[in-house]
Nanobody
Framework: QGQLVESGGGLVQAGGSLRLTCVASGSIFSINAMGWYRQAPGKQRELVAT???????NYADSVKGRSTISRDNAENLVYLQMNNLKPEDTAVYYC???????????WGQGTQVTVSS
């Protein structure tokens, strides 16, 4: 079974930076896009950023200009560099992969990011 494993979350002060990493392991093939979503307490899960195999990126307005998503297609890795973090960035961050074949979508278990003011 394939799985996505995130790392890099933690506690950081406002204005600080974090780099999240996600690796797709096991039998995950033909990944079309990878990305990051987040869910804060009491809120719905929301898009943070995505990147396609071809390198096309998409960012939520709330993180645009402060975050950079990048991907290593050969190693099935995706990174999210977050700078100038704000308390409202506090959430569990989930890695996502969209594949060409069933089951078409994978989710990681999440990594906690906490930004203190």
């Amino acid at each position: 079974q394939g799985q996505l494993v995130e790392s890099g979350g933690g506690l950081v002060q406002a204005g600080g930076s974090l780099r999240l990493t996600c690796v797709a392991s096991g039998s995950i093939f033909s990944i079309n896009a990878m990305g990051w979503y987040r869910q804060a307490p009491g809120k719905q899960r929301e898009l943070v950023a995505t990147v396609t195999t071809g390198g096309t990126t998409n960012y939520a307005d709330s993180v645009k200009g402060r975050s950079t998503i990048s991907r290593d297609n050969a190693e099935n890795l995706v990174y999210l560099q977050m700078n100038n973090l704000k308390p409202e960035d506090t959430a569990v961050y989930y890695c996502n992969a969209v594949t060409e074949f069933y089951p078409y979508e994978y989710w990681g278990q999440g990594t906690q990011v906490t930004v203190s003011s």
